[in-house]
């Protein structure tokens, strides 16, 4: 809920406007670091691609059909799915929000990436696993966050704004799904 009100309240700030003073900051920075390799950005960007998170999301969901674990396999297509949807045709028209010729806040690449990661955070056994892939993806997201930047897809903010969207749409999926599987669990006999 946290992470949905922030990403609110930031999308009304920037709504209809260019780059703020922290996303002009960030750029400079990406610029001055980074300087115009382009192949290294592009190399950054790479992970937000659907021909690398399909798949992982397919072997993840296949995963949990194997172990049994519906709930959480439908999770993994449904949590994305909807976070990328909602994202493209209620959010991106909401706010308004342009760069060049398309609508930038919240960043779809940073949906799609940020959805498939808490899937797997949220999936993973607690421990190790929870604080590698919670590691793993904060070193990505890093990354792609400065080729997005870097070739001129999105500002700062835009991609804040989708990884605030992303986990709060996975997780209030989640939510839904774990009650569902509840609900629909049978009942032991007691006589």
Do not use: Q
């Amino acid at each position: 809920m946290t992470c949905a009100a922030i990403m609110v309240v930031l999308g009304l700030l920037v709504s209809g406007e260019g780059p703020s003073v922290p996303d002009e900051v960030a750029v400079r920075w990406v610029e001055r670091t980074f300087g115009g390799d382009t192949g290294l950005l592009e190399l950054l960007v790479l992970p937000t691609e659907a021909y690398v998170l399909i798949p992982v999301a397919v072997l993840a969901a296949v995963l949990c059909l194997i172990g049994r674990r519906r709930p959480e396999a439908a999770l993994i297509i449904v949590g994305p799915l909807i976070a990328i949807l909602a994202n493209t045709w209620v959010l991106k028209p909401l706010f308004g929000r342009w760069k060049y010729t398309y609508l930038a806040y919240p960043s779809g690449h940073t949906v799609a990436l940020v959805a498939v990661l808490t899937v797997l955070v949220l999936l993973a056994r607690p421990g190790v696993a929870t604080a590698v892939i919670s590691a793993v993806g904060a070193v990505v997201l890093c990354g792609v966050t400065i080729g997005m930047l870097g070739l001129g897809y999105h500002y700062l903010t835009d991609v804040v704004g989708g990884a605030l969207f992303a986990v709060a749409t996975v997780c209030a999926t989640w939510v839904l799904l774990s009650w569902a599987a509840r609900r629909r669990a049978p009942v032991p006999s007691d006589g």
